[in-house]
């Protein structure tokens, strides 16, 4: 073992006979290695955001229907008749009624055979025993019971907005008989 002593396993480049050795960075390489893990695995994150952003815009495409209806209003029966437009599901809407410009305490959950805030057995689609596709020429009606609040005057105006999904499709108003 001459005049140069390494450590066992220590390739770095002192040389036997060589008292100076060259310097050992092992560190330089790892450094490299690691970033380009760290670059891959942003890139994967990022992709991943992206593809789900755009999966989520194209399930959200579904177009929301259109329709026009006509609303009568004699006493405390509300009749809705589709006059235009697109079928409705009716177990997609959400109907809420307004006396001058007051909504009812109890909305109606269309379609309903038996509600609070309502007689019971409304016509059409709104009864639950009925097709709940809505279509142009079709009529629906239900009456306010007793129990629901404000009630209908002559001359009242009742205010009638269809919703599907939080999106408003109709808003048709009539004044009361």
């Known amino acids: 073992m001459g005049g140069g002593s390494r450590a066992c396993g220590d390739s770095c480049g002192a040389r036997d006979g060589d008292s100076q050795g060259a310097r050992c960075d092992d560190s330089r390489g790892a450094s490299a290695v690691v970033a380009v893990v760290v670059l891959c695995g942003l890139t994967v994150i990022l992709a991943s955001v992206v593809a789900g952003g755009l999966t989520g815009l194209y399930e959200r495409a579904e ?3 259109t329709a ?3 609303l009568a209003v004699d006493g405390e ?6 006059t235009h437009g697109d079928p409705l599901d009716v177990r997609a809407l959400r109907m809420v009624v307004s006396v001058d410009g007051e909504p009812l305490r109890h909305q109606p959950p269309v379609p309903f055979f038996s509600a609070s805030g309502f007689d019971p057995g409304p016509t059409g689609p709104f009864n ?3 097709d709940p596709e809505w279509t142009v020429g079709e009529s629906a ?3 306010l019971a007793g129990t629901n609040s404000p009630t209908i005057k002559p001359g009242s105006t009742v205010t009638v ?3 599907q999904d939080d999106t408003r499709i109709v808003t048709t108003e009539a004044t009361a008989r």
């Open 128 to 130: 639950s025993a009925s």
């Open 161 to 163: 907005e269809l919703y």
């Open 63 to 65: 177009p929301t229907p």
């Open 68 to 70: 026009a209806m006509s």
């Open 77 to 82: 029966t509300l009749t809705l008749t589709h």
């Open 141 to 143: 009606s239900l009456t």
